[in-house]
């Protein structure tokens, strides 16, 4: 009785009704088929898709500009930002003749987001001043392998002519918020 929450255990007789056991068995065929008229609460994934809220954070995307050029100029404060330090990057400066490829002098040759890692919280994206990286509607592939969940530029980087619509994301607040200059590192260009 240390907690004073025991409870004594009745050995009660089981009545009729108990001992056969129809009524219960009635019972649960009942909520059973009462289910199968309720409207379902799970979908055929991936044949059908739920719509998404515009600003639903799924997958990153990492932006190109209009030419194709990668906007990434491998800062950091999208890693510093991540609660979750799931961001990794190696910069490098761009040669001559690469102007076509990267926007600025320096680019990310590595980014990685460790996908296990992320809460999707969409820090990265507020703190890029290079409106280089975003969340997207898009989910995330799932795999068994941890290896697998490492995101390289080959799964972030937004394909030319194959745009990823950040326009939702993109909004009048968004905009005004990163020209706040109590965010420094948030001017735009
Ligand atoms: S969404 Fe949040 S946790 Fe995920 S990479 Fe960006 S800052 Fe880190
Ligand atoms: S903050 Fe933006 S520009 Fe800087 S490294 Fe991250 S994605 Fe690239």
């Known amino acids: 009785m240390l907690t004073n929450r025991s409870k004594v255990v009745v050995d ?24 199968f008229f309720k409207k379902k609460a799970t979908i055929d994934y991936p044949k059908v898709t739920r719509e998404m809220s515009g600003v639903y954070r799924g997958q990153h995307v990492l932006k190109v500009d209009e030419n194709g050029a990668e ?4 800062c950091g404060l999208c890693a510093v930002a991540c609660p979750a330090e799931a961001i990794t ?10 102007e076509k490829l990267y926007r600025e002098e320096k680019y990310a040759a590595v980014y990685e987001i460790n996908m296990l890692r992320c809460i999707y919280c969409g820090l990265c994206e507020d703190a890029c001043p290079k409106e280089a990286i ?9 795999s068994s392998n941890r290896d697998d969940m490492i995101f390289g530029k080959d799964k972030l980087k937004e394909k030319y002519f194959n745009e990823v ?20 590192h948030n001017q735009m260009d």
Request: aromatic share 8%.
């Open 71 to 74: 906007r990434c100029v491998a």
């Open 165 to 184: 619509d950040i326009t939702k994301r993109l909004t009048k607040e968004v905009i005004e918020f990163k020209k706040d200059k109590f965010h420094l």
């Open 89 to 98: 990057m190696t910069g490098a400066e761009r040669k001559p003749g690469e």
């Open 12 to 35: 009660k007789k089981m009545t009729f009704s108990e001992r056969i056991y129809l009524p219960a068995i009635i019972g649960g065929l009942f909520i059973t088929i009462k289910h």
């Open 134 to 142: 975003f969340l997207t509607d898009r989910l995330v592939e799932v």
